[in-house]
C-alpha cells in the first residue's frame, strides 16, 4: 500500500511550490510544554489537518482505524504458543489493565538495560510469556495489538519517564532530533521545529508528534507506525533510513513522547 | 481475499416513517490495478466490486464500486423504516469472495 | 554513551532550504511511473460514456448537490456525497447516481442505485483522485430524465510523502 496512488504524482507537480504561506493561526488548541521544552504550546497534528480529515477522526465508526482496534481485540482474545495464553489470560480486561499503559511507553527494561517501545514489550510477552513467535513490525497483528492497546489510552496525557537510566537514551534521542541527515542536509527541527504552521508544498507542517500513532494515514490507506513514519521522514531527506526497532529510533521515539508529554494519546488518529 | 471485516451501523429502533441513516465499512486494500510493484510489473486488480443492501429482502440500496474507490470502503445511505426486519449487507469481491453482514431494525 | 550537549533553541532553517526540499520532491515526483494505460481520462470520455449510458438524453442542471472538499489534503481518500432533489415516491424517485473523475486514469468511480424505500436520495463514500480535476455527478430519474453537476477538487500531495 506505501505506493498507493503514485498516478498522484504528475498532477502534484504541477502543484508544487506553491507553498510557504503562513496559514497557521495561534488559536489552535495547545497544551502547555513540559519543563525545558524548545516549544512554546503543543498542539497535536490534528489541528493542522483539514476539516475533512479531521472528521474522519472524530467519528468512531467511519474512522477506519477501528477495523485495527477490531483487529486487535479479537488478538487479544485468541490464545496463541506453547503455552497457550491469550493476552487476556494475564492481563484480563484491556480496558482496565492497559489504561494509560500505551501513553508511558518507550519505558527502561532491566532485562536490556536500554528502553524499549510498546511494539516491543508485546512481542516479549508472546517470546516469553506465551512461548509464541514475535509479531513482524507492520504485520496487521502487530499493527492490531499495538492500536488495541494503545487505544486503551485514548485521552491519557504522554507521560514518558526522562530521568535516572533513561536519561543517556533521552540524550541520544535529543541529538538524533537535532542532527542534520541526508542530501537535504535537514534535521527533524528544521521542519517541525522551525517551520510548524507552514506549507511545504501543499503540506502543513505539523509539530511532529507522535501521540496519535499508530495513526491511519490517508497516503498509507492503512495504519502505521512511528518507526514506519521515522523511515518515511528520513527518507524524504534523502538520509538512511534506521530499522524498524532500532536503537536510533527507540531513542527519538523516547524523545518525541517527551517533545509531546501532555498531549492526549489519539489512537487511532486520523492523518493525511 | 483473508481478514476481511465488515463494520455496520444502523439504529437499533426507528419511528415508522423515519428515515434511517446507514452507514457501513469493511476492510479492503481495493488494488486499483493502476499500480506497479517493484519489478514493474502492474499489480491484477483486486476490489469489491459490488455493494448491496437489503431490509427483508428487499433492496433498499446497492453500488457499483470501480478502482477509484478509497481502501476500506466506506458507504452511507438512507432507508424509510416501515417495518421491523433484518437488513442484510452484502459486498463481492473481484475473487469471487462475497462478504456479509446483518444488522436488526425495530420499528415502533 | 558520549554525553552531547545540544541546545533546544530553535534551529533556523532558510526558506531557501525548504524550497530546495520542495524542489527535489518535484523532480521525485515527475519521476514517478505513471499507472499503465492511458494516463488520464478527459471530458470527452465522460461526456461519451454518459451519453452510451443514459441513451442521449441530454443532461439538465440542477437538483444535484455534489458535496467536495474544495482541496484534498491526499488523493488516496477524498470525501464525496451526493444528494438529490427528489419526492422519493414510487411514481417518481431516483433511479441512480454515478460519479466520474475526469482526470483518473479510469473515470467511473461509483455507481448508486436507490430505490423509492430509500427515503431521500443521498449516499456518501470515499473515492481516489489522481490530482486536481473535476468530478462529475449523473443522475437518472425514474421519467428517463437525467441530470448533471460538476465541481472541481484541488489534490494536494504531501511535502513530506513519508
Known amino acids: ?79 496463541d504458543g506453547a503455552a497457550g495464553k491469550s493476552c487476556e489470560s494475564c492481563h484480563g480486561d484491556a480496558e482496565d489493565s492497559m489504561n494509560g499503559v500505551g501513553a508511558r511507553y518507550p519505558v527502561y527494561s532491566e532485562a536490556t538495560g536500554k528502553p524499549i517501545n510498546l511494539e516491543q514489550r508485546i512481542n516479549l510477552c508472546r517470546t516469553e510469556n506465551m512461548q509464541a513467535e514475535p509479531w513482524r513490525w507492520e504485520s496487521p497483528e502487530l499493527l492490531g495489538m499495538m492500536t488495541f492497546v494503545r487505544y486503551q489510552s485514548r485521552g491519557v496525557p504522554v507521560a514518558v519517564e526522562i530521568d535516572g537510566p533513561m536519561q543517556p537514551f533521552f540524550e541520544a534521542g535529543r541529538e538524533f532530533y537535532y542532527q542534520r541527515r541526508g542530501q537535504l542536509d535537514m534535521s527533524c527541527a528544521s521542519c517541525h521545529e522551525a517551520n510548524y504552521g507552514m506549507s511545504l508544498r501543499a503540506d502543513m507542517l505539523s509539530q511532529g508528534h507522535s501521540n496519535g500513532f499508530p495513526t491511519y494515514r490517508l497516503k498509507w490507506q492503512g495504519v502505521g ?32 513522547a517527551w517533545r509531546g508529554m501532555g498531549l492526549p494519546v489519539e489512537t487511532p488518529a486520523v492523518r493525511q | 481475499m483473508a481478514g476481511v471485516r465488515p463494520r455496520v451501523r444502523v ?28 519489478k514493474g510489473e502492474i499489480i491484477p486488480r483486486q476490489i469489491i466490486n459490488t455493494f448491496t443492501c437489503t431490509f427483508n429482502g428487499d433492496e433498499v440500496f446497492s453500488a457499483d464500486w470501480h478502482g477509484a474507490i478509497s481502501a476500506n470502503p466506506y458507504m452511507q445511505f ?18 469471487g469472495s462475497v462478504y456479509t453482514e446483518t444488522a436488526e431494525l425495530t420499528v415502533n | 554513551m558520549a554525553q552531547v550537549r545540544l541546545t533546544t533553541r530553535t534551529v533556523p532553517v532558510t526558506r531557501r532550504e ?92 461509483a455507481t448508486f442505485r436507490f430505490t423509492p424505500r430509500s427515503g431521500v436520495a443521498e449516499a456518501s463514500t470515499r473515492m481516489r483522485l489522481a490530482g486536481t480535476q473535476n468530478v462529475v455527478a449523473v443522475a437518472q430519474m425514474s421519467d428517463g430524465s437525467v441530470y448533471m453537476a460538476k465541481k472541481e477538487v484541488k489534490v494536494t500531495i504531501g511535502g513530506c510523502g513519508g
Open chain 2, 78 to 95: 438512507f432507508m424509510t423504516a416501515e417495518e421491523s426486519g433484518t437488513f442484510e449487507f452484502t459486498w463481492k469481491d473481484d475473487d
Open chain 1, 225 to 256: 507506525s512511528l518507526h514506519r513514519r521515522f523511515r518515511g521522514c528520513n527518507q524524504q531527506v534523502r538520509a538512511d533510513r534506521f530499522g524498524y526497532g532500532s536503537d536510533e529510533y527507540i531513542n527519538l521515539e523516547l524523545y518525541l
Open chain 3, 18 to 109: 525548504i524550497l530546495r526540499f520542495a524542489g527535489i520532491g518535484l523532480i521525485a515526483a515527475a519521476a514517478v511511473p505513471l499507472a499503465p494505460g492511458r494516463a488520464s481520462a478527459t471530458a470527452d470520455d465522460v461526456s461519451a460514456i454518459v451519453a452510451e449510458r443514459f441513451g442521449g438524453a441530454e443532461p439538465k442542471e440542477g437538483r444535484i448537490d455534489l458535496v467536495l472538499p474544495e482541496i484534498a489534503e491526499n488523493g488516496n481518500t477524498v470525501p464525496v456525497s451526493v444528494r438529490i432533489d427528489s419526492p422519493m415516491t414510487t411514481n417518481d424517485y431516483v433511479k441512480s447516481v454515478s460519479i466520474f473523475a475526469e482526470g483518473n486514469p479510469l473515470p467511473e468511480v
Open chain 1, 1 to 79: 500500500m506505501n505506493k498507493a496512488l503514485t498516478i498522484g504524482g504528475m498532477a502534484a507537480a504541477a502543484f508544487v511550490i506553491t507553498g510557504w504561506s503562513v496559514g497557521f493561526s495561534q488559536d489552535r488548541p495547545s497544551v502547555p510544554p513540559p519543563e525545558g521544552s524548545p516549544l512554546g504550546e503543543l498542539i497535536s497534528g490534528y489541528e493542522f489537518r483539514t476539516p475533512e480529515t479531521q472528521a474522519l477522526q472524530d467519528d468512531d465508526f467511519i474512522n477506519p482505524g477501528f477495523l485495527w482496534v477490531e483487529n486487535g481485540e479479537e488478538l487479544w482474545e485468541t490464545a
Open chain 2, 11 to 38: 439504529p437499533k429502533e426507528a419511528a415508522k416513517g423515519e428515515v434511517v441513516e446507514i452507514k457501513t465499512l469493511i476492510s479492503h486494500q481495493m488494488e486499483s490495478g493502476q499500480r506497479r510493484d517493484s
